[in-house]
């Protein structure tokens, strides 16, 4: 069976109804390598060194989407689930990654159970802030996670670097 675990899921507070709402989901994948695995899966290589790593959406116990991604062992991926809900008062969210498995040879189909989850509440009101509109705050701090991200560091070292920068012009 595959590992896989959730590193973060970004759930909204609020929403307003009607109004599509994303949930930006990070996942990484453990387990050893899923060689006559039903759950395998061709990595960007085209190596079957990869897992199928189902990723879902629920609302309030129903399904609303699913993702499958193909993670290697120790990889991470993010991706984005979304979904609209029309209904207003509180929502339960629930995020699940779900472990394939099953030998390839035994002709019982591919197996699979939640290995992780993360559930958080969210309110759906008419007077609520558009969570696709994020705050110029909330737009920074994406833009240096981004940076951060294609740098291969953090934004607490991308930050400390960015001050010594402007501690060294002020200096000179």
Not at 33 to 51: E, F, M, N, Q, V
Not at 118 to 136: F, G, T, V, Y
């Amino acid at each position: 069976m595959s590992d896989p675990s959730l590193v973060a899921v970004d759930i909204p507070d609020e929403a307003p109804p009607n109004n599509t709402i994303q949930v930006d989901v990070t996942v990484k994948q453990g387990g050893p390598d899923p060689w006559a695995s039903h759950g395998s899966c061709p990595t960007k290589k085209l190596d079957i060194a990869g897992w199928k790593t189902p990723v879902r959406l629920k609302v309030d116990g129903e399904q609303v989407d699913e993702r499958e991604l193909c993670l290697a062992s120790g990889n991470k991926r993010t991706v984005a689930l979304s979904t609209s809900i029309g209904e207003t008062g509180n929502h339960r969210i629930t995020v699940e990654a779900v472990a394939v498995g099953g030998n390839a040879y035994d002709l019982q189909g591919r197996k699979e159970q939640v290995n992780d989850d993360i559930a958080d509440q969210i309110a759906i009101e008419s007077d609520a802030s558009d969570p696709s509109k994020p705050s110029p705050v909330d737009s920074l701090k994406r833009m240096l996670q981004q940076v951060a991200d294609e740098l291969g560091a953090t934004t607490t070292t991308l930050g400390a670097g960015i001050g010594i920068g402007v501690l060294l012009l002020v200096v000179v």
